[in-house]
């Protein structure tokens, strides 16, 4: 049985160019900052969904909620001026209320190359020439879950440790939990993890899951590694005391003659 295909993204790159770029400068220089904020959630609301989100009254108000001092007149003016200057693609607009451009539907792709993924993409602007390895790799993914064993074999978990090692934002997060300052740390742990989890036979219920058992897992190690160096030290600590005495002792050996 295949996992339950997830549509949306958790994160998308945000160019640092993002506020000097002519669009989003007109939107500045019409509506301010309200303009600004606006359009980083109309842009977290299509990835949540997918690659394309629906203009209607039930994202308005939602998003109107989050939103504060900005009425639902003034959203509507910038959302029809992101369309205006074809930040949204405008056929689809006007056709069918959809949000989406073809800027948004590669990076969407991209970011979901190594993820299963369902076979028909409504609204394409891109060609789709440029979706054929992502429907490749969801016939690959179907054959492996359908051979896992109700979702669990080995090479799902590969896929579980493939899916965590493509997750940056999560990766940062572990690195800052747990105070590491390099990403082929992680990486390296991610593959002991993997495994240990193999050793022990441990199979996973989805990535949620995976990554839940990675952090305790991580938790336990760096404890254990932790008070293996206090051990350790306090060896050293003994076996230099131990030397002091012994070097004592053989000079009252040698001066008792």
């Known amino acids: ?81 992101l369309v205006k200057w074809d930040f949204f693609d405008k056929n689809l607009f006007n056709s069918e209320k959809i949000l989406t451009s073809r800027g948004i539907q590669k990076r ?25 390895s992502v429907a490749q790799l969801h016939l690959k993914s179907e054959q492996t879950y ?9 090479k799902l978990e590969y896929q579980f440790i493939a899916d965590m090692k493509a997750s940056p934002i999560w990766i940062e997060q572990m690195m800052m939990k747990y105070q590491i300052t390099n990403k082929d740390v992680i990486y390296t742990r991610i593959d002991a993890f993997m495994l240990d989890c193999q050793c022990r036979a441990k199979k996973h219920n989805d990535l949620s899951d995976a990554k839940q058992h990675f952090c305790d897992w991580l938790r336990i190690q760096i404890e254990n590694e ?3 160096n206090v051990s350790n030290k306090q060896d050293n600590k003994n076996r230099r005391r131990g030397s002091v005495v012994s070097t004592s002792e053989k000079k009252d050996y040698n001066t008792s003659f």
């Open 146 to 154: 359908s051979s896992a064993g109700d979702g669990r074999g080995e």
């Open 1 to 81: 049985m295949a996992r339950p295909f997830k549509k949306g993204i958790d994160y998308f790159p945000f160019d640092i160019d993002f506020f000097i770029d002519e669009k989003i400068s007109a939107i500045s220089g019409e509506f301010g900052i309200k303009g600004e904020i606006t359009v980083i959630k109309l842009l977290c609301a299509v990835y949540r969904n997918g690659y394309y989100a629906e203009w209607n009254d039930m994202l308005k108000y939602k998003l109107l909620k989050e939103l504060t001092g900005i009425s639902s007149e003034l959203i509507e003016q910038i959302v029809q001026r």
């Open 226 to 228: 932790k008070k293996k």
């Open 108 to 132: 969407y792709f991209q970011a979901i190359k190594r993820r299963s993924v369902i076979d028909k993409f409504p609204y394409l602007l891109i060609d789709k020439k440029e979706t054929t």
